[in-house]
């Protein structure tokens, strides 16, 4: 399919934490969870990655798990049976054997693409979208950073953590990399701080239910952008009583929402885009 895409593009890791830093003119964007799986389209895969960007720039949430012999691949599930047509641990089996397999989409339909490297992915982002990469139980923080550095994505790159002492090992470890840190509450607030991780390598994960105006603003003065997880419940109020909802999410001071519905919410979001911002230097459309 020869149709534009739109891409996000920063030049060095500067510029990343540019486009994260928070200003009032913000263009609201969605984050496609597992990649944004649609119907012949499968989680986690890079084919999957492209039809969202036909549609919509997007931040490209992805999993990575590791086989057997330690190669970095894209899994969200600990075993293969429900998204390919092989069975078995991701971390019992050959990168061999996933290489033979072939991904199904979420309602179990075969389709022709293969299970991506994270190496692979890391190098198709670059000048096309920011990921969020979610690092399975298991896999060492150590060799996922090694792969951002080999692959030199590391503007392209940001990391997830769910817990405060993952942060902190994972900025130990990698202090230029932006973070995707967990913060729900005032208190939460607080532990970042006390972690010493500088707020300008920091995204705001807000939780999975949606958050005060005051909240959002508290992270809004430290400059930093919220991701609002519509995953789950809000999508699915948002699939019942219309997209208007995901609207109201922004208006509410979400920046970015992490949703299983990206091409919706972001057709529901477009009303939203300033005329004019300071981030439009950073989005594309491109073939």
Known sequence: DSKKIHITRVLNIEETREFYSWTAD????????????????????????????????????LDVAMTKDSVLVLMHDDDLDRTTNGTGKVNEVSFEYIKSLFLEDNDGK????????????????????????????????????????????????????????????????????????TIRNEEEIERLEETGIPWNRVIAFTGVAEKSKTFNKALHEKGVFTILGTLGNLDRSAEARGDEIY??????????LATDRPIEAARALQTLTPSN?????????AN
Not at 38 to 56: D, M, Q, R, S, W
Not at 164 to 174: E, N
Request: hydrophobic share 40%; charged share 20%; no cysteine.
């Open 247 to 256: 609207v109201s999410f922004v208006q509410h001071g979400a920046d970015i």
């Open 277 to 285: 911002s300071s981030k439009s230097i950073y989005f594309y459309h």
């Open 110 to 181: 075969l389709t022709g693409f293969k299970v991506p490297t994270l190496k692979e992915a890391l190098l198709w982002s670059k000048g096309k979208a920011l990921l969020t990469v979610d690092i399975k139980r298991s896999v060492p923080f150590e060799k996922v950073i090694e792969e951002v550095r080999e692959t030199e994505s590391e503007a392209y790159a940001a990391l997830i953590s769910y817990t405060f002492p993952a942060a902190k090992k994972l900025h130990f470890l990698a202090p230029e990399l932006m973070l995707s840190v």
């Open 26 to 61: 913000r263009i609201p964007m969605v984050s496609a969870h597992r990649g944004g799986p649609y119907p012949g389209y499968p989680e986690n895969a890079i084919e999957t990655f492209e039809n969202v960007l036909k549609y919509t720039p997007a931040i490209i949430e």
